[in-house]
């Protein structure tokens, strides 16, 4: 990632295991990015992407709590925002919609998702 490509971006976290959550918004932080959330819900989620802050960018766990991310990856769809699915699931498994997301699995290689957000970020400046 070149240096400097979060810097100053706002990145949700939507994630419910505390440790891996914890984990990512300490390394986006340190890769210069401010942290919004993290979210450990559907519910909490929905709350933050309501929120008149506005996101730059996101991280969202496929699966929370035995429910699906993809209502808070349609809202963000339809904002124009970018984002970057994290799984332990086959990523096969996801709605046609989102096949052109980037889909890291887990256990999260943080460069790897690093590199995949700039991607993200990068793809959606050219539109």
């Given amino acids: 990632m070149a240096e400097g490509g979060l810097r100053g971006c706002r990145v949700l976290v939507v994630e419910d295991e505390f440790i891996l959550a914890e984990e990512l918004s300490q390394e986006l932080a340190e890769a210069g990015a401010v942290v ?3 979210a450990p819900s559907l519910e909490r989620a929905i709350e933050l992407v309501a929120a008149p802050d506005d996101v730059d960018i996101a991280v969202l766990d496929v699966n929370l709590r035995g429910n699906p991310v993809y209502p808070i990856a349609d809202s963000l769809l339809e904002r124009h925002v970018p984002f970057v699915f994290t799984t332990g699931y086959d ?3 996801l709605p046609a919609r ?3 997301v980037h889909c890291c699995t887990k256990p999260v290689d943080m460069p790897l998702l690093l590199e995949a957000l700039q991607i993200a970020i990068d793809t959606s400046r050219r539109k």
Avoid: H, L
Wanted: net charge neutral; glycine share 12%.
């Fill in 36 to 38: 919004i959330g993290p």
């Fill in 91 to 93: 990523v096969s498994a």
């Fill in 98 to 100: 989102f096949t052109a």
